[in-house]
């Protein structure tokens, strides 16, 4: 029917998931990945997929009307679904104006576009007012972050970016275009020579091992590690190309600079989720 709107919608990633239950149609989603854990009442909501496997004679049983995928890695994935006949549409945001535009993409998508536009200009008005606190900062640090700790990975576009945005100064600004992880690998002597300021390490949904970083061949004349400011930011809040990274994770990159500096944060801009250990009893002193 012409005009028609999908109502049975299935998204093989988290961040679809959060926005369309930001968006208040979270009724129409019909299946999720097992990995989503943002907002949690989504878990409430059949399991289908991993990231690069799915379950597909259940994803059929669903008839869903419209599949919500991401970035090459689930290619393989969309095409035996478009082969089973179901309408897939895939995302391949990198960049913090790629996630924003998925989300405008997803608000046309389900005839919720003014609803949209209200979200995004909402994160837009954080990012300033975030940009406008570490205009506060004594300096920019230098920061690597950690998306990966062997081989060593530097952040993707979208987690750069944020860096920026929270008042830091990324170590690997040549690679935050790289999509593939692969591309993005650097030396650890290449970080001795350029050395970081802080450390930020968020391993892809394993625990960030804080004396491995530190014992690093050499790293010991790193200032980060000197001074003992290395940090961790659960993946599920940064690296996923979503809502969480524009809300929670910026917060929380925020929080971490101004800490190392010394420096307090309004309460409306605190994190709102569990932090690093080493930061929690600073942040409740903060509230």
Not at 54 to 72: Q, T
Request: contains cysteine; aromatic residues 8%; neutral net charge.
């Amino acid at each position: 029917m012409p005009g028609r709107f999908p109502e049975r919608i299935v998204c093989l990633t988290e961040e679809t998931t959060e926005v369309i239950y930001l968006l208040g149609e979270q009724d129409r989603i019909v299946g999720i990945s097992g990995y989503t854990v943002r907002p949690p009442q989504a878990r409430q909501k059949p399991k289908v997929s991993a990231f690069i496997n799915a379950k597909f004679d259940k994803i059929i049983e669903l008839s869903p009307d419209l599949v919500l995928a991401f970035s090459d890695l689930q290619a393989d994935i969309a095409a035996e679904l478009i082969r089973r006949g179901c309408y897939v549409f895939t995302f391949n945001q990198r960049t913090v104006e790629q996630i924003l535009d998925m989300i405008l993409t997803l608000g046309r998508l389900l005839d919720r576009k003014e609803k949209a536009e209200t979200l995004v200009a909402s994160y837009l008005k954080d990012f300033e007012l975030i940009r406008s606190s570490a205009e506060r900062f004594k300096f920019r640090p230098r920061v690597l972050f950690e998306e990966w700790d062997e081989p060593l990975i530097s952040g993707i576009a979208w987690v750069e970016e944020l860096l920026e945005i929270a008042g830091a100064q990324p170590i690997f600004p040549e690679l935050r275009s790289m999509k593939s992880a692969r591309d993005r690998i650097v030396d650890p002597a290449t970080v001795i020579e350029r050395d970081p300021q802080v450390i930020i390490a968020s391993w892809c949904g394993r625990p960030v091992k804080k004396p491995r970083i530190s014992a690093r061949k050499g790293w010991d004349q790193i200032t980060a590690v000197k001074n003992d400011d290395i940090y961790e930011i659960k993946s599920t809040y940064i690296l996923q190309p979503g809502p969480a990274a524009l809300t929670e994770g910026l917060r929380q990159l925020h929080f971490i600079l101004a800490h190392v500096q010394g420096l307090d944060v309004s309460p409306h801009l605190l994190p709102q989720e569990s932090i690093d250990k080493k930061l929690q009893v600073a942040k409740s002193t903060n509230q």
